[in-house]
């Protein structure tokens, strides 16, 4: 599924993208710039990330991103009692990438895909609990040490997503949760 920004969420993002860098400079922490292999600099997959969360946000009628000064620490929303973190690939049909488990701390991912014919628009692939993440995922090493990656087409849709979130919002508890996640494999 395709998601297309509105000119005002595309501004916001590419401001909030900036931002987040220059207060990181600011505090003395260096940003990556682009390497011999063209890797994006840390300002445009900062960017990226606003733009999918934006959509993210917009999609479940959620409160619009907000600029962390220290971390978000890894949790982007919460949808209800699930926490989300937004992740968005630099290219269009492009994996779901974490370094270590330790870096999932969400309850779920949701997976963006930045577009190759229009800048602010983005593929939306789906999403994944963490523990079925852990039980997909292969380890890969792009340059930088070793990975754990689960590609798009392996991802959940996001009415799976939707359904709990609606499901949970009518139960009693996070017991019922927990319940909920582990019958969604």
């Known amino acids: ?6 000119a005002k969420d595309n501004h916001d993002a590419k401001l909030m993208g900036a931002d987040t860098v220059r207060l990181c400079e600011m505090q003395g922490i260096a940003p990556r710039l682009k390497d011999e292999r063209g890797m994006a600099s840390r300002v445009e997959n900062n960017i990226r990330g606003f733009k999918a969360e934006f959509l ?3 999609l479940f009628n959620l409160p619009p991103p ?3 000064v220290l ?4 949790i982007d929303f919460w949808l209800g009692e699930y926490s989300i973190d937004v992740k968005c690939s630099s290219k269009e049909d492009g ?10 701390t969400a309850d779920i991912a949701v997976a963006y895909g930045q577009s190759g014919h229009d800048p602010r ?3 939306l692939h789906g999403c994944i609990p963490r523990k079925t993440f ?5 380890r890969h090493d792009f340059g930088h040490g070793e990975r754990y990656v689960v590609d798009s087409n392996n991802l959940d849709p996001i009415e799976k997503l939707w359904r709990l979130h609606i499901e949970t919002n009518h139960s009693s ?12 494999k």
Request: charged share 30%; net charge positive; proline share 4%.
């Open 1 to 6: 599924m395709y998601f297309t920004l509105t």
């Open 56 to 58: 993210f946000a917009r």
């Open 66 to 68: 907000v600029v962390n």
């Open 71 to 74: 971390s978000d620490g890894q």
């Open 95 to 104: 994996p779901l990438i974490f370094d270590s488990p330790e870096k999932f």
């Open 121 to 123: 628009t983005l593929k």
């Open 134 to 138: 852990f039980e997909r995922a292969y």
């Open 173 to 184: 508890g996070r017991g019922r949760k927990q319940q909920r996640m582990n019958n969604e």
